[in-house]
């Protein structure tokens, strides 16, 4: 079904390549091979695996059905940057599709934020969730869905900041608002203040690249640290080096769109400053991470590069590459296969990352 690779195989995702096509595979679903790293502890790393292993996984027919869908319509940016149109649409709120979930809204400082407990999540293992958007749109109302799942899956408390949007605050306003937000989620539950047990960030997007950025930030200003990282479909470099920028058919956004992004966000700021390009960060002191990327999109690239980059520092990376699928894949509803597997796997990912109770 999918594409999981530890960094170490990178170049067998070349090898087979991101305009492999999805339209003629078989529509039955293809079980985990013994080389995936999701049956793995954290801390190894996958025996190499066959190039035929790689082609022989295949996309649920609704995954095919879904991306062919998609590319009837031309992606975000394709033609004009329309700020206005995006940021209504990124910040529209959807309610949760899991039932019985608890929605709690609070204000750090003068940071809007909202709890999302599923039943049976554990108040005190806390995910801070950063939304996508360009760092120019979105909000936490957009991914109550997506934080559901997740909560569901993972057993824990998820919480979401509307951190502050360029061009009216650009960098590094929405980072400090990030680290604020963890800073203060560390040492208040949902219904009272206490210490978290423990607590990990994720985020899609822009928010993969805050989710890297904010565990830098916390490391280099001696901060509480989370116990893992969760980047899905990471922007990580400004300077627009990833090759899958110029050959990714992205069916959700355009890579017209990256100088406009980056302009709107940095301002006059260093496109190589590591907390706004992460590929560039040192990770050593960083905890685990799991990456998630889709095949089909312009920053799948900068997410491997990352996560090479993060892995060559000494940090303990899981890199997961999903076949046929796109952009942030997990947050549509409804689910497809893949994306139920996906938060699945970022659910192994924080029980295999908590401390014994």
């Not at 400053?273 to 590929?279: D, E």
């Not at 799991?290 to 890199?319: N, T, Y």
């Amino acid at each position: 079904m999918r594409t999981i690779l530890s960094t170490s195989l990178l170049s067998l995702l070349l090898a087979f390549g991101a305009d492999a096509a999805v339209g003629d595979q078989p529509p039955q679903k293809s079980p985990v091979t013994k080389n995936s790293p999701a049956a793995l502890a954290p801390d190894k790393v996958a025996a190499p695996a066959t190039a035929a292993a790689v082609d022989s996984r295949v996309v649920s027919s609704e995954g095919r059905a879904y991306l062919e869908n998609m590319r009837r319509s031309a992606p975000f940016g394709a033609t004009d940057f329309n700020l206005e149109k995006l940021r209504a649409g990124m910040g529209s709120r959807r309610e949760p599709t899991i039932k019985g979930v608890e929605l709690i809204r609070v204000k750090v400082d003068d940071i809007p934020c909202e709890w999302v407990l599923a039943p049976g999540a554990d108040p005190d293992v806390r995910l801070l969730y950063l939304h996508g958007g360009g760092f120019v749109s979105g909000s936490g109302g957009r991914y109550l869905p997506l934080a559901a799942h997740l909560s569901a899956a993972a057993k824990c408390a998820v919480f979401l900041p509307d951190y502050r949007l360029a061009p009216e605050h650009p960098f590094p306003a929405g980072l400090d608002d990030c680290v604020r937000a963890h800073e203060w989620m560390a040492a208040n539950g949902p219904s009272r203040p206490g210490p978290a047990r423990a607590t990990f960030v994720a985020g899609d997007s822009a928010g993969g690249n805050l989710t890297l950025s904010t565990l830098l930030a916390l490391r280099d200003r001696k901060l509480r640290q989370p116990l893992g990282g969760i980047p899905i479909s990471p922007c990580t470099d400004f300077t627009f080096a990833s090759e899958s920028l110029k050959t990714v058919e992205d069916p959700v956004i355009s890579a017209k769109t990256m100088p406009k992004f980056r302009d709107l966000y940095l301002a006059d700021g260093d496109p190589k400053n590591p907390l706004a390009s992460p590929v560039f960060a040192d990770y050593r002191g960083i905890p685990p991470l799991l990456f998630q990327l889709g095949e089909h999109e312009m920053l799948r690239d900068d997410g491997i590069r990352a996560a090479k980059k993060a892995e060559a520092d000494g940090a303990s990376v899981k890199l997961e590459v999903w076949k046929g699928m796109f952009h942030v894949f997990q947050s549509r509803e409804p689910l497809l296969p893949e994306a139920r597997e996906a938060i699945d796997h970022a659910a192994e990912f924080i029980r295999a990352n908590l401390p014994p109770k």
